[in-house]
């Protein structure tokens, strides 16, 4: 195949959204998984580097070359069939397509990251992606149900629950935190969930097998707004243990993500300083509604600004929210023309407060939001000099360092990309760290596929 070498072309796939900016030698554009395959031998027979790219979406460097070749699967993008009970598609389409796809038919994909009209399948298998509705329906792993991938060999293998780990490969043993977690390589006997969440180190995924469920016929919104941290968390407290009316998603929104969202979407009252968005599947739409009333006033919300949505355009102007305070974020990283610094923790639920009160506590401008409901919020630090950078950083140690103190996880849905390979020594220890390193160096030997990816390079 031609590999493009124009700095014009190259310069649109060398940076991702964390605005980390790398370099490559060339990209290559294969049309099917046969080209991939011949790709991954010609870099392994050439000791080429080879890094996937997807849509670029990533906040953590993973697709950001550092040398060597890009490889881009744009050209898969087809959703290949969708039934009653699964759907397969080239790892190249856009999730948020795909989904609106399978909506059409009356079924439904739950993953639900906030960039699922932006990123693609295989990059959201790649990190194990999962996003606000990871609340009731978990993370995209539980939704897989076979992949086609391209190992480090260039072979080319289907996978699912029934393939054992392929012969000379050890699946490291160790005990993952109990909370949502998109970090190393999981503990597994089996192929298809060690490849899901490696990052793009073990092998590429080309297409996937999906687990689909019924679209709920009904789904309310709420959006409601507090006068105080104190008020909301209550709220939230309610909310995610309620067994009769428990929401799909509970997001958190602070003072700062609520400024953004001024700018874009009108009804923010002034009073406000924090707001919790939910949405609801219901089979009795009034009913839980006036749950909701009666838990908003037990928890002291400011019940006559709540914005309730029960039709689709209603809903779409309250998840406007959610976009909004991502959309604000980029566009201020953009203005400072300095990287953002952006946590992924998450921690047990009895640890909740006190994360959000050192979250609080920082004084660097910030935004505060995420899947409170999971105890995962995103902490954006936004500096404006290399000064404020480095400042950012070192606040961003300090509370990874209180997470893990809590028994919390470096990354709950991002994964560890680039830029955070250096700290997941720190989480998981030196002895599962040197088996992811085994493992690699296993199925890789001269570490072709997404070097610097996940661990630091052993070449």
Not at 109 to 123: I, K, V, W
Not at 264 to 291: H, K, L, S, Y
């Amino acid at each position: 195949m031609r590999v493009i070498t124009d700095p014009a072309v190259l310069a649109g796939y060398l940076s991702d959204a964390s605005n980390t900016h790398g370099h490559a030698d060339g990209l290559l554009r294969p049309g099917d998984v046969t080209e991939v395959a011949e790709i991954v031998r010609h870099c392994q027979d050439n000791g080429i580097p080879l890094t996937v790219t997807a849509a670029r979406t990533s906040t953590t460097g993973g697709p950001v070359p550092e040398g060597g070749w890009l490889l881009s699967l744009e050209k898969l993008c087809a959703i290949e069939s969708i039934g009653e009970k699964r759907a397969r598609a080239q790892a190249g389409v856009l999730l948020g397509e795909l989904q609106t796809e399978i909506e059409a038919t009356g079924r439904m994909f739950p993953p639900d990251p906030t960039s699922r009209n932006e990123c693609t399948l295989g990059g959201a298998i790649a990190c194990n992606a999962s996003g606000a509705r990871s609340f009731a329906y978990g993370s995209i792993r539980s939704w897989v149900v076979e992949v086609e991938a391209v190992l480090p060999t260039g072979e080319v293998v289907t996978a699912d629950r029934s393939t054992p780990i392929p012969e000379g490969w050890t699946s490291p043993a160790w005990l993952q935190p109990k909370v949502k977690s998109a970090t190393g390589y999981v503990p597994t006997d089996n192929l298809l969930d060690l490849l899901i969440g490696s990052e793009g180190t073990l092998g590429i995924v080309t297409a996937a097998t999906l687990r689909l469920t019924t679209l709920p016929n009904e789904v309310f919104s709420v959006l409601a707004f507090f006068p105080s941290v104190e008020a909301g968390l209550e709220c939230v407290e309610s909310a995610r243990f309620d067994e009769h009316a428990r929401p799909r998603c509970i997001e958190w929104y602070d003072c700062h993500s609520l400024d953004l969202v001024r700018e874009r979407v009108p009804d923010i009252p002034a009073g406000a300083v924090a707001a919790v968005w939910c949405e609801q599947e219901t089979g009795d739409a009034e009913a839980d509604m006036e749950v909701w009333f009666e838990r908003l006033e037990a928890s002291g919300a400011l019940v006559d600004d709540t914005l309730f949505a029960d039709d689709e355009p209603g809903l779409e102007r309250l998840r406007a929210v959610r976009h909004a305070v991502p959309a604000g974020v980029n566009d201020i990283v953009t203005g400072n023309g300095m990287p953002k610094v952006g946590t992924d923790f998450a921690v047990p639920d009895e640890h909740l407060a006190e994360m959000m009160a050192a979250y609080d506590a920082v004084e660097i401008r910030h935004v505060l939001f995420g899947h409170v409901g999971d105890n995962h919020l995103h902490l954006n630090l936004l500096p404006a000099d290399e000064a404020e950078l480095a400042e950012a950083w070192a606040i961003w140690r300090n509370l990874y360092a209180l997470a893990l103190s809590f028994g919390g996880t470096l990354s709950a849905e991002h994964g560890v990309g680039k830029l955070k390979r250096r700290y997941l020594e720190q989480m998981v220890g030196g002895d599962t760290y040197a088996a992811f390193k085994l493992l690699k160096s296993q199925a890789d030997p001269a570490w072709i596929l997404g070097r610097g990816t996940l661990l630091d390079p052993d070449v």
